[in-house]
């Protein structure tokens, strides 16, 4: 019994004691630091009241969270370390200490982190989008899992669908990358971004008059190479050569042409019988395709 109330009294003298730094706070100072974006300040303010062993869980969170709007990510995951060992559930807290790990680097810990917010909260759209972010590789077979789910979650949002649309490409699953970016722009019919994307998956399924007309709606938005070789391919399949030469001259005049487009430029010219400059193309199209350190490698 009296090792209780002994323990209940210094229970009670914590208590007091967070009482009394919590009411020596200057609110109205910590607002002004708050509004003028003075985070570091807010953060060093809130260390010089309620001191380095801290041990409460708003607090820790508070003063983490001045450290990381400051980009001082060490302390702030220091904080926010100590906050987790109270609450190891807290979505915020979880959210906080994977954005820190993967700004310095550590992905495996980003990873653990959303990790087990996936376990508290298994339809979290933005947890799936980050894990997914941690895996740079479009093929890697986790990536995929973690863009399916978010996917899933919200068809609409635009990162996911592109980024989705991209590991179906790299697995030549065309139609699944043309059905998300479909599903996508009918949200946003005017999100460039995903109509640019869907134009080389249009390309490659065959639908060549979508391309044409999807083309020369984004040309008009500018001149993107991308663009501008998607568009050339589906005029030179159509046998709208001159078009499509007209076309690849541009990447030409903006030293954007490769091996590929230089050859396609030469088909285009041999389909018109204008046998001269299909030569001429089929010459560049070699001398782009031989390496200038060709004579090293010799």
Not at 30 to 38: A, E, K, N, S
Not at 236 to 241: A, H, L, N, V
Request: contains cysteine; aromatic residues 12%.
């Amino acid at each position: 019994m009296k090792n209780f109330l002994t323990l209940l009294f210094l229970f009670n003298l914590n208590l007091a004691g967070y009482a009394q730094n919590a009411s020596a706070v200057d609110k109205e100072k910590l607002f002004d630091f708050y509004q003028t974006q003075r985070y570091a300040d807010a953060a060093q303010y809130l260390k010089s009241i309620y001191g380095e062993e801290v041990n409460d869980f708003k607090t820790l969170s508070q003063i983490g969270y001045c450290f990381l709007m400051a980009g001082n990510n060490v302390e702030a995951e220091k904080f926010y370390s100590k906050a987790y060992t109270l609450q190891p559930q807290n979505l915020p807290i979880l959210f906080s200490l994977g954005s820190i790990n993967n700004k310095r680097g550590n992905t495996e810990k980003a990873k653990k982190y959303n990790g087990e917010i996936v376990q508290i909260d298994r339809n979290n759209f933005n947890v799936y989008k980050l894990l997914a972010n941690l895996y740079p590789l479009p093929t890697d077979s986790m990536k995929l899992v973690y863009l399916l789910k978010a996917n899933q979650i919200n068809p609409l949002e635009g990162d996911v669908a592109a980024d989705l649309a991209e590991v179906h490409a790299a697995y030549q699953q065309y139609e699944k990358a043309y059905d998300v970016l479909d599903i996508a722009i009918k949200g946003d019919s005017d999100n460039l971004v995903l109509q640019r994307a869907k134009l080389p998956i249009t390309n490659q399924l065959k639908k060549y008059a979508e391309v044409i007309s999807s083309g020369e709606k984004l040309l008009k938005d500018g001149a993107d190479a991308g663009v501008i070789k998607d568009v050339a391919k589906a005029y030179y399949y159509t046998k709208k050569y001159q078009k499509a030469i007209d076309l690849f001259k541009l990447l030409g005049v903006a030293a954007m042409q490769n091996e590929a487009t230089l050859y396609y430029t030469s088909l285009s010219y041999r389909a018109l019988k204008n046998y001269p400059q299909a030569a001429l193309y089929t010459k560049k199209t070699i001398d782009e395709a031989i390496s200038p350190n060709t004579s090293n490698y010799y």
